[in-house]
């Protein structure tokens, strides 16, 4: 038995706006295959038993640089998403939750974002995070600032700070690090995706655009994690 099993997959779904460019389809169809290949790493994952799932949706650095209408279409997109699938994530025991600057949703994609998560709440065959308006580093800036001020008030001492403690106060805290992520798209870089629980990740880089991403695809991606040797600090 492998020493480290694969429990957590990482997704960075990139190449959606290379791949709707590329075959000049419409924005329905387009929304579609995306969706569909995010339903796809859900049936890979509930095939090999694996216990949780990150897709990183949308960055905080995109925010900031897109146009708004770019913005304002990907959120109505996670809003369909949201109520249309509701019902098979719960019938799959799929849990869903969103990590991100929540406060810069929009009120109908906050809606529908929290109408899925206490749906699903008591879900427990797999556990999806989707990472949505989301950075790395602000997580981690967060995350001293929270310990900042549990140290003012008396709560939590320096020396009671390791990397184990510090990792309770970032958002992602209810899952464990991933053991393997997977960035579609050509591009072999983290994007500010999960920066300090990707410290021993084994990742891996397709050039397959996210909407061409089919269950066989990551299956294959799990069968070579298997093959691979983890090393802890080297």
């Known amino acids: ?70 913005t304002t279409s990907l959120c109505e997109a996670v809003a369909h998403f949201c109520g249309q699938y509701a019902d098979e994530c719960l019938r799959k025991g799929i849990r869903v939750s969103f990590i991100g600057a929540r406060h810069l949703y929009p009120s109908f994609t906050r809606a529908a974002i929290e109408a899925l998560e206490h749906k699903t709440r008591e879900a427990r065959t797999l556990t999806v995070q989707i990472l949505f308006f989301y950075g790395g580093q602000q997580e981690i800036v967060d995350a001293v600032v929270q310990c900042v001020r549990e140290g003012i008030a008396g709560r939590l001492q320096p020396e009671a700070l390791t990397t184990y403690t ?32 990707a410290a021993y990740s084994e990742c891996m880089f397709l050039s397959q655009l996210w909407p061409d991403i089919t269950k066989e695809v990551l299956l294959e991606c799990f069968t070579a994690y298997d093959a691979a040797t983890r090393n802890f600090g080297a």
């Open 166 to 197: 510090f990792s309770q106060y970032l958002s992602t805290a209810a899952v464990p690090a991933p053991d393997l992520i997977i960035r579609t798209g050509g591009r072999a870089r983290l994007s500010n995706f999960l920066l300090y629980q």
């Open 1 to 70: 038995m492998k020493s480290h099993p694969l429990r957590h997959v990482a997704c960075i779904m990139d190449g959606n706006r290379r791949w709707a460019a590329r075959g000049a389809v419409s924005e329905v169809v387009h929304r579609q295959k995306a969706i569909d290949a995010i339903l796809s790493s859900f049936d890979a994952c509930l095939q090999r038993g694996i216990s949780y799932l990150s897709l990183y949706a949308f960055s905080l650095e995109n925010y900031r640089q897109r146009p708004a209408v770019v």
